[in-house]
């Protein structure tokens, strides 16, 4: 998990008062009603391009 998702993983179960497990639980069962399908493909086509980058 890269620094930046781990920021946000944090600062979102603070948010929803969930230990930062429970809020990627709660993150992955709820995936296609929390995320918008479009911006998805959108989000994941530019992490892809960026991929080899950010092992660097």
Same mark, same amino acid.
């Given at each position: /998990?890269?620094? &930046? $998702?781990?920021? %946000? #993983?944090?600062?979102?179960?603070?948010?929803? &008062? =969930? $230990?930062?497990?429970? $809020? @990627?639980?709660? #993150? #992955? *069962? !709820?995936? !296609?009603?929390? %995320?918008?399908? &479009? !911006? @998805? =493909?959108?989000? #994941? /086509? @530019?992490? !892809? $391009? *960026? =991929? *080899? &980058?950010?092992?660097?």
């Amino acid at each position: /998990m890269s620094e &930046d $998702a781990w920021r %946000t #993983l944090k600062r979102f179960s603070h948010k929803a &008062d =969930l $230990a930062e497990g429970e $809020a @990627l639980s709660f #993150l #992955l *069962e !709820n995936f !296609n009603s929390v %995320t918008h399908h &479009d !911006n @998805l =493909l959108h989000r #994941l /086509m @530019l992490f !892809n $391009a *960026e =991929l *080899e &980058d950010r092992k660097k």
